[in-house]
């Protein structure tokens, strides 16, 4: 079947993830042949850099040797049994390398995809709530301009309207705060955001014995257009929450496993969440694989004779999957051995010199901003879709797969990108919005 007759097909056949499907009739689905490194190798040959590490999972790029190795040697095992009441030399190795990442964080409970995670925090803090008689601690409390994930509760504590209002008769409704927001790492809000916070503080003191739990995404927010905020208002926030028995569910799903620099995000504010929500790069996307890490004290109130009725009894079909065990554990072992968080803070300098390049020369950027492998900067002229569907077209034919969300465009690539990619990269973004400019 050549090109044309598989994108015909799929057109007919496929409902794409994220997309109005119309702008296909233009823009038609690219024919993936092959992937590896930092790069997606197209049917007809060309070769594309995958600037986005395929929406954010891809931190060792594809094909890595060592991934394929760990998954092969389980296959070999066994590819998947039930993970109620079985357990395996993976898993356990695992659930030591993810108990490692966080002082108190000391139990594992495994689910399927970054949305799953969520609603399983979710659902401990509630339920936590009921077996310590406390009811009445119901309310949620997330951030503004929040995203994260597609189920129920996941899209109900998120903040992006564009994704969330047309279910809005099924969903629930937290509290809304606003972070710190910061221009970069060397704003002063970054390390004092105590103005911002007073007017915070005030906000949050009348839900203060009615909430369960605050959910973040650390330091970045990624759908809102890689947003960062101030590690001392995080901090401030974390503090408050303690000292009112409320909960911080992290929602590091984008930001942990070395992507900012840090094995958690959480470390720049120094804190420790009641729960930690892990994927996307935990298999760096083979497998659809997410955790919740929790502490000691959550996991105790839950145990007891089952004819108690304290049993956290979410059952997910495909928990503790060997294959996506096996590859998670890969994982963390090569960030560890290859020292990819200091990787990414490298990357940071780089990463920034680059954009900031091509904003001083096509004048189409402002806001060019940094933190660890993440690099992005906002068009002047705000959000315009059918300019960021054509960029993304242009993009590809130059060789790069870069896709702006609303009017922010970023690069998230591969923790192991060379250098002479990333050059690359920066050529390739500069040329297209040049482009732009000359038509």
């Given at each position: 079947m050549n090109a044309d007759e598989l994108q015909q097909l799929d057109q007919n056949l496929n409902w794409h993830p994220c997309a109005q499907m119309k702008d296909y009739e233009t823009f038609k689905p690219l024919v993936i042949k092959s992937a590896y490194d930092s790069y997606i190798e197209l049917s007809n040959g060309k070769k594309i850099i995958d600037a986005i590490s395929s929406w954010w999972c891809k931190s060792l790029g594809h094909n890595h040797p060592l991934l394929k190795k760990a998954v092969l040697e389980q296959i070999e095992?066994?590819?998947?049994?039930?993970?109620?009441?079985?357990?395996?030399?993976?898993?356990?190795?695992?659930?030591?390398?993810?108990?490692?990442?966080?002082?108190?964080?000391?139990?594992?409970?495994?689910?399927?995809?970054?949305?799953?995670?969520?609603?399983?925090?979710?659902?401990?803090?509630?339920?936590?709530?009921?077996?310590?008689?406390?009811?009445?601690?119901?309310?949620?409390?997330?951030?503004?301009?929040?995203?994260?994930?597609?189920?129920?509760?996941?899209?109900?504590?998120?903040?992006?309207?564009?994704?969330?209002?047309?279910?809005?008769?099924?969903?629930?409704?937290?509290?809304?705060?606003?972070?710190?927001?910061?221009?970069?790492?060397?704003?002063?809000?970054?390390?004092?955001?105590?103005?911002?916070?007073?007017?915070?503080?005030?906000?949050?003191?009348?839900?203060?014995?009615?909430?369960?739990?605050?959910?973040?995404?650390?330091?970045?927010?990624?759908?809102?257009?890689?947003?960062?905020?101030s590690a001392d208002f995080l901090s401030r926030l974390a503090s408050w929450a303690k000292h009112h028995a409320i909960h911080i569910i992290a929602d590091e799903i984008m930001t942990g496993l070395g992507r900012t620099g840090k094995m958690l995000a959480s470390e720049y504010a120094h804190i420790e969440a009641d729960f930690v929500c892990l994927s996307k790069g935990l298999t760096s996307g083979w497998l659809p694989f997410s955790v919740v890490l929790t502490n000691d004290a959550i996991y105790q109130l839950f145990y007891d004779d089952y004819d108690r009725g304290k049993a956290f009894l979410h059952s997910h079909t495909y928990s503790g999957n060997a294959l996506g065990a096996s590859l998670a554990l890969a994982t963390l072992t090569?960030?560890?051995?290859?020292?990819?968080?200091?990787?990414?803070?490298?990357?940071?300098?780089?990463?920034?010199?680059?954009?900031?390049?091509?904003?001083?020369?096509?004048?189409?950027?402002?806001?060019?901003?940094?933190?660890?492998?993440?690099?992005?900067?906002?068009?002047?002229?705000?959000?315009?879709?059918?300019?960021?569907?054509?960029?993304?077209?242009?993009?590809?034919?130059m060789g790069a797969l870069i896709r702006p969300i609303g009017n922010t465009l970023y690069w998230l690539p591969p923790l192991n990108i060379s250098l002479q990619t990333l050059v690359d990269l920066k050529d390739i973004t500069l040329q297209t919005l040049e482009n732009f400019k000359h038509q």
């Open positions: 095992k066994f590819e998947h049994v039930l993970f109620a009441h079985t357990t395996h030399d993976t898993i356990v190795q695992l659930a030591q390398k993810l108990t490692s990442l966080s002082p108190n964080l000391n139990k594992v409970f495994y689910a399927g995809d970054g949305s799953s995670a969520v609603e399983i925090a979710l659902k401990m803090s509630l339920h936590a709530r009921v077996l310590q008689n406390q009811p009445h601690r119901s309310q949620f409390i997330a951030l503004k301009n929040s995203y994260h994930g597609e189920t129920s509760g996941a899209l109900s504590v998120s903040d992006l309207t564009l994704y969330k209002q047309p279910y809005a008769s099924m969903l629930f409704t937290p509290i809304f705060i606003e972070p710190a927001y910061v221009d970069n790492l060397d704003d002063p809000l970054w390390n004092d955001a105590s103005a911002h916070w007073l007017k915070t503080e005030k906000i949050l003191e009348q839900y203060a014995n009615t909430t369960t739990a605050i959910i973040i995404e650390p330091i970045v927010q990624g759908a809102a257009g890689m947003k960062i905020y090569i960030i560890e051995t290859d020292n990819l968080c200091a990787r990414a803070r490298e990357l940071q300098t780089i990463l920034y010199a680059h954009m900031k390049e091509i904003a001083d020369k096509t004048h189409l950027l402002h806001k060019v901003r940094a933190i660890g492998a993440i690099v992005a900067a906002d068009f002047v002229w705000g959000h315009n879709e059918k300019f960021n569907q054509l960029l993304a077209q242009r993009a590809v034919e």
